[in-house]
């Protein structure tokens, strides 16, 4: 992979390669655009397949924050890092700490908090080494955001639901949940209390099982899940799972799940577009997880953040009403409300101020 190449392509600042020998700690620290603020993005620990699989998740990661952060209308730029090693086996005290000081060396460029295989107890350990991560438990924490992700979800569906048929009720809705980790077994509740019908996939069985018993859920394969005939189909693990492959299956009127970088190019969304499938932008319906964390940074509270997560389903209806007024699929709005909006505040002028 040429990296900067790439890096020239899209935009982006820096990539930090972290190694330590003692702990075995393997990771990647990308950082897209700080234009509006630190960049700010959770740890992923993954057993990637490849060095180059896991850059290319850091990558594409990275630059989903950065316009994740913009449309949620946040201060913050977009940053990622991964953890290359599988969390269930791998994890350690000293890997996390070893990490930890990686992030502290980049002097607040990079917020780090949990992501896919991490959670509030590991961001607690990195925390002895860094100050400069979020999503912790103590006094002035928000804790695990999967929470406030899967309620931004909920919320950002139930917008979807209204633009294709004027409701936005999920009674007696099928919903089609691939992954049942931290974000999707909150967002399952959610459903389930608002009474709809969930049919669920996981590479895990035991969380298959804890959701079949707590919400009667059906469960399938993971490869059926794709072709299951319901309202919403709502992607909730890994990325680019929107694809050639899987696009023909689909048997939905809505794709809408907390993943990201859930289209796996941009033909994708286009892809989807011409099915007349309404495609929420991953990064602007899960937004939650990162309005909740960066709440922290103004002393949490849980009102006022949670206030500003409901406010996903305007965020999501005016990207799908400037969709409409440029002809541009919904993944193409959504990006112009990031851009324009990095661009203006870009262009400011800054006026020095004396200590």
Not at 251 to 261: D, F, I, M, P, S
Not at 330 to 348: C, F, K, T
Request: include cysteine.
């Amino acid at each position: 992979m040429r990296v900067f190449e790439r890096m020239e392509a899209h935009g982006y600042e820096q990539v930090a390669l972290c190694h330590d020998g003692t702990s075995g700690l393997r990771a990647i620290i990308a950082i897209h655009d700080t234009t509006l603020g630190p960049a700010l993005g959770g740890c992923r620990m993954w057993n990637y397949e490849s060095e180059d699989a896991a850059l290319d998740d850091a990558l594409r990661l990275a630059r989903g924050m950065t316009y994740k952060s913009a449309v949620a209308g946040l201060n913050l730029g977009g940053g990622k890092s991964v953890i290359i090693g599988d969390p269930r086996t791998q994890k350690s005290e000293a890997l996390l700490r070893a990490f930890g000081r990686f992030v502290q060396s980049l002097q607040g460029r990079y917020w780090t908090a949990e992501d896919v295989g991490t959670g509030v107890e590991d961001m607690e350990v990195i925390r002895q080494e860094t100050d400069y991560v979020a999503g912790t438990a103590g006094e002035g924490g928000g804790g695990d955001p999967s929470p406030a992700t899967a309620y931004g979800v909920f919320q950002g569906m139930r917008a979807c639901l209204k633009e294709i048929s004027g409701q936005d009720s999920l009674s007696g809705r099928v919903v089609a949940l691939q992954g049942v980790g931290h974000v999707g077994m909150s967002l399952a509740r959610l459903l389930h209390q608002a009474g709809a019908r969930l049919i669920v996939s996981d590479i895990y069985t035991d969380r298959l099982d804890a959701a079949v018993a707590e919400f009667g859920a059906t469960a399938v394969s993971a490869d059926a899940i794709f072709g299951q005939e319901c309202d919403v189909f709502s992607p909730c693990a890994l990325g680019a799972v929107i694809n050639p492959g899987t696009i023909p299956q689909l048997r939905c009127k809505v794709v809408a799940g907390a993943a990201n970088n859930q289209l796996a190019s941009d033909a994708d969304g286009d892809a989807l577009e011409a099915r007349g499938i309404l495609y929420a932008p991953d990064y602007v319906i899960n937004a939650g997880g990162v309005i909740n964390v960066a709440d922290e940074l103004d002393g949490y509270n849980r009102e006022r953040a949670y206030r500003r997560i409901a406010q996903i389903a305007g965020n999501l209806t005016r990207v799908f009403a400037l969709a409409r007024e440029r002809s541009v699929p919904s993944y193409r709005a959504a990006d112009l409300v990031a851009e324009e909006r990095i661009e203006l505040i870009g262009r400011i002028q800054r006026t020095y101020l004396p200590d």
